[in-house]
């Protein structure tokens, strides 16, 4: 077993969520080309070395009646880092995505812990499908605080004591909470990336509503940021129509 420092071993906070695009091939041309090839076939291709912007009637058109096979003709690789349970519900998400997480098989899990901000909303009121998320007391916070860091400590604890006697590491990691970061690869099409954002994020414009854990929400609105820089036009036709994935 590799050893660690004493730095590496004790726990630290954290309660923000990272999002990075690693790499893509995605473009607004990639929806015209595809679109097209049911009129002009290989020609469709010229739709490559074209402004798009031409073309935003079409990527519209195709948005508003979820003709949604063009939207799937591109590629988006999203480096996540978050706590386990957000990739729990994320990896429900099976079509259209691909997904390659960090193994506590195979390597020895740092002790990186998620802990709400305090601007997270911690007191669900009402009953569920109908409820809403308010504001906690300073207590409330504080009891959260207290309550997830020390749980966090004696975990990581209880992992390190076992690894340090030579259990196997899928074993000691039977302890560890799911407020652990973990981290991963996942690749979607724009396409999936809407479905997506159609579920796990609230939107003013949302024809449809959505109640997100605040977790997932927080990455999803990362991913949406980059993907709204490289398909600025079917980004706007899908806020324009609702958020409702075609």
């Known amino acids: 077993m590799t050893e660690t420092t004493t730095e590496e071993t004790q726990p630290t906070f954290r309660s923000d969520v990272t999002v990075e695009l690693v790499k893509h091939s995605a473009a607004d041309t990639d929806v015209l080309w595809a679109a097209r090839v049911s009129t002009a076939g290989g020609q469709s291709l010229e739709e490559i070395t074209k402004d798009p912007e031409r073309s935003e009637g079409l990527i519209n058109f195709l948005m508003r009646d979820r003709h949604g096979s063009p939207f799937e003709h591109n590629s988006m690789t999203f480096f996540v880092s978050a706590p386990i349970f957000v990739f729990r519900e994320f990896m429900r998400h099976r079509v259209g995505w691909s997904y390659n997480e960090e193994s506590g098989r195979y390597r ?40 997830m860091e020390q749980t966090y400590r004696d975990s990581y604890a209880a992992y390190q004591e076992m690894l340090a006697a030579g259990v196997a590491r899928e074993v000691a990691r039977s302890v560890l909470p799911v407020g652990l970061f973990s981290s991963m690869y996942a690749t979607c099409n724009a396409r999936s990336l809407m479905h997506f954002l159609t579920l796990r994020t609230q939107h003013e414009t949302a024809a449809v509503p959505s109640f997100p854990q605040r977790e997932i929400e927080m990455v999803g609105e990362l991913m949406e940021a980059e993907w709204a820089r490289i398909m600025p036009l079917t980004h706007a036709a899908f806020n324009r129509n609702g958020r409702v994935a075609p």
């Open 108 to 147: 020895e899990l740092r002790p990186v812990f998620y802990v709400p901000g305090r601007d997270r909303r911690l007191v669900q009121e009402v009953r569920p499908g109908k409820y809403v998320f308010v504001e906690g007391t300073e207590e409330q916070h504080r009891t959260a605080t207290r309550a």
